[in-house]
């Protein structure tokens, strides 16, 4: 009896989970025009976007005249997901002062391969093609506004 309330549990938990609407939102650079991403500021250009190859990364991350912070992450990745809607939030609020560049790890292998990127999350600040900053791992909103500050200082 103990074995059929688990299977039974079991059950109505994936039935419950399988109503639940997806909430992951990807704006995919190379597949859909940039109007689609969300948040965007004047000249249209989206606040936050997604990227997937390195055609992609080299011109929406290194050719951007405005600081961009590349998120590395994974959809199983428990701490990517807190750090994620935390960091767009704060890049949102900057009114366009820099971007966010979202890069799932399993979809762009050769991209974190080709930044050695060992963990996820990892964020790097990129200001006139250059890294000039990285975390890894889920930290404070403290440090997350720091490290923001110190990205959009590099670039004045």
């Not at 935390?86 to 366009?96: D, N, P, Y």
Request: hydrophobic fraction near 40%; include cysteine; proline fraction near 6%.
């Amino acid at each position: 009896s103990q074995m059929r309330f688990l299977q039974s549990a079991l059950t109505l938990t994936s039935r419950i989970l399988a109503t639940q609407p997806a909430r992951t939102t990807q704006f995919i650079v190379g597949r859909a025009p940039l109007a689609i991403a969300r948040r965007p500021f004047s000249d249209g250009q989206p606040v936050v976007f997604a990227i997937e190859s390195v055609d992609d990364f080299n011109q929406y991350v290194i050719n951007s005249p405005t600081p961009v912070l590349v998120d590395f992450h994974a959809d199983w990745c428990g701490p990517c997901q807190l750090l994620g809607p935390r960091l767009e939030e704060k890049v949102a609020g900057r009114a366009g002062a820099l971007l966010m560049a979202k890069v799932n790890v399993d979809d762009a292998g050769e991209l974190a391969s080709e930044w050695n990127i060992s963990a996820v999350p990892t964020v790097m600040a990129f200001n006139n093609g250059e890294c000039v900053g990285e975390f890894k791992g889920n930290v404070s909103d403290d440090e997350l506004e720091s490290f923001i500050e110190r990205a959009i200082e590099t670039s004045q």
